[in-house]
C-alpha cells in the first residue's frame, strides 16, 4: 500500500493539521480574511451585548461560517490560478473573478442577516435611551 493512502488515527489527526494551517496561512496572508474575522468578532461581542436569541444566534454564525468558507475558497482559487496562470490571461480572470463573486454574494448574505437579526433589538436599545 502506498505511504499516502494510510489509514489510521495519525492519518487522522493529520489532517487537521493541514486544515488549522490552511486557516493560519489564509489569515497570515489575506486582508479580506483579516477584515472579516474582525467583523465576525464584533457583530458577536454585539450580539452579546444585546442578548440576541438563540436562534438568532444560529443565523448569525451561519452568515459568518458561510463569508469566512467562501474567502477561504477564494483564496484557494486565486492561489491554484497564480500556480498555473501566472501571466494574465481572460480565463485566469474569469476564475478569480467569480471566486470573488461567491465571496461577494455571501457577503451580501451576511448583511441582510445582520439587519434582520439586529434591527428591532437596536431600535429597542435606541428608544430606551430616548425614554
Not at 490552511?22 to 464584533?42: D, P, S, W, Y
Request: proline share 5%; charged share 15%; aromatic share 10%.
Amino acid at each position: 500500500m502506498p505511504k499516502n493512502t494510510a489509514v489510521g488515527p495519525k492519518r487522522f489527526w493529520k489532517s487537521f493539521w493541514y486544515a488549522a494551517q490552511g486557516l493560519r496561512q489564509a489569515f497570515r496572508t489575506e486582508m479580506n480574511m483579516k477584515v472579516h474575522t474582525c467583523l465576525a468578532i464584533v457583530v458577536l461581542l454585539f450580539a452579546a451585548l444585546l442578548h440576541i436569541p438563540p436562534e438568532d444566534w444560529m443565523l448569525l454564525l451561519l452568515a459568518i461560517t458561510l463569508v469566512l468558507v467562501a474567502e477561504l475558497i477564494n483564496t484557494a482559487i486565486e492561489s491554484v490560478v497564480d500556480l498555473v496562470s501566472p501571466e494574465v490571461h481572460p480565463l485566469a480572470k474569469a476564475a478569480k473573478d467569480t471566486a470573488a463573486g461567491a465571496v461577494f454574494l455571501a457577503a451580501v448574505f451576511a448583511v441582510i442577516a445582520g439587519i434582520y437579526v439586529f434591527y428591532h433589538p437596536v431600535i429597542d436599545w435606541i428608544t430606551a435611551l430616548m425614554s
